[in-house]
């Protein structure tokens, strides 16, 4: 069974940095997708930064240049460097993780987190103006 846990969030004010990691457990000699989606009151939950197990990554537009994600090579992870966050980007983090075979990682569009069977629990990431 395949398990996430996150680390990582909390608060700061504008143009501050943040780190998230996401590991998992449970992947035998497989190859997922991991990620982070992120989800503030009243609006859906919406891809923020992906990474399949041979580094290539994907982001949403609205994170491009601020924020980074990466993995550790031979662990299922996801780190998620945040930086220059603002307020806009408050909401609860959650790490995500599913097999999209020879594609890697899905491309992030509306709906994607319909996609993915593997959640963690959240995480709170709160940015101050």
């Known amino acids: 069974q395949v398990q996430l846990w996150e680390s990582g969030g909390g608060s700061v004010e504008a143009g501050g940095s943040l780190r998230l990691t996401c590991s998992a457990s449970g992947y035998k000699e497989s190859r997922p997708c991991m990620g982070w989606f992120r989800q503030a009151p009243g609006k859906e939950r919406e891809g923020v930064a992906f990474?399949?197990?041979?580094?290539?990554?994907k982001y949403a537009e609205t994170v491009k240049g601020r924020f980074t994600i990466s993995k550790d090579n031979g662990k299922w992870n996801a780190n998620l460097q945040m930086n220059n966050l603002r307020p806009d980007d408050t909401a609860t983090y959650y790490c995500?993780?599913?097999?999209?075979?020879?594609?890697?990682?899905?491309?992030?569009?509306?709906?994607?987190?319909?996609?993915?069977?593997?959640w963690g629990q959240g995480t709170q990431v709160s940015v101050s103006s």
């Open positions: 995500a993780s599913d097999h999209f075979g020879p594609l890697g990682c899905p491309d992030l569009g509306v709906g994607l987190h319909y996609t993915f069977g593997y």
């Open positions: 990474v399949d197990m041979n580094g290539n990554t």
